[in-house]
T-cell receptor, first 111, second 114 residues
Framework: GEDVEQSLFLSVREGDSSVINCTYT??????LYWYKQEPGAGLQLLTY?????DMKQDQRLTVLLNKKDKHLSLRIADTQTGDSAIYFC???????????FGKGTTLSVSS | DSGVTQTPKHLITATGQRVTLRCSPR?????VYWYQQSLDQGLQFLIQ???????AKGNILERFSAQQFPDLHSELNLSSLELGDSALYFC?????????????FGPGTRLTVL
């Protein structure tokens, strides 16, 4: 069945880079997504990557995709305290558009 | 603000009861998704409606049901509530015109079953 796995916690210092890793199962996923959830709020789309890409850069965010290993990562450069949140990796349900989420990685940024 | 609204924000009820959660999608979005977020299960897809019709089902219990009305708002009905149903319930909407499908999430309804 579908399963998306992420490490649960990451703690970094302000100004450092953060790397959040994810493994997914469905090799037919056309798009893979990173969502961010701030305390007490809903989820918002942070970035996404099309499956025929290896890398996507969007300002401080870099997404790397290794299709062979079904591994996705999100790098946040110059991490700020405002980046403290839960980050979810997601793939689409086979033959559909609903999302399968990982359990989320809680990023804690200390000053 | 995502443009997706959910009511109520909080709901406290007792075991065995029935509740209805409401979602209004973003203007123009035809698809509505319901997700449940709990500490032990994480964020799980429950059900999707597209323009009034059920499109996909996830891990939705038989005690739960949903519908999407002609004005595209959706309701999630939870019955015979158990303690384990306590969770945050999110609604999301999307246009769903291509394989790239950004979903916009509402702020959620926090359900507490006592």
């Amino acid at each position: 069945g579908e399963d998306v796995e992420q490490s649960l916690f990451l703690s970094v210092r302000e100004g450092d880079s953060s790397v959040i890793n994810c493994t997914y199962t469905d090799s037919s996923s056309t798009y893979l997504y990173w969502y961010k959830q701030e305390p007490g709020a809903g989820l918002q789309l942070l970035t996404y990557i099309f499956s025929n890409m290896d890398m996507k850069q969007d300002q401080r965010l870099t997404v790397l995709l290794n299709k062979k290993d079904k591994h996705l990562s999100l790098r946040i450069a110059d991490t700020q305290t405002g980046d403290s949140a839960i980050y979810f990796c997601a793939e689409t349900l086979p033959a559909g558009t609903a999302l399968i989420f990982g359990k989320g990685t809680t990023l804690s940024v200390s000053s | 603000d995502s443009g997706v609204t959910q009511t109520p924000k909080h709901l406290i009820t007792a075991t065995g009861q029935r509740v209805t959660l409401r979602c209004s999608p973003r203007s123009g979005d035809l698809s509505v998704y319901w997700y449940q977020q709990s500490l032990d299960q994480g964020l799980q897809f429950l059900i999707q409606y597209y323009n009034g019709e059920e499109r996909a089902k996830g891990n939705i219990l038989e005690r739960f049901s949903a519908q999407q009305f002609p004005d595209l708002h959706s309701e999630l009905n939870l019955s015979s509530l158990e303690l384990g149903d306590s969770a945050l319930y999110f609604c999301a909407s999307s246009v769903e015109t291509s394989s790239y499908n950004e979903q916009f999430f509402g702020p959620g309804t926090r359900l507490t079953v006592l």
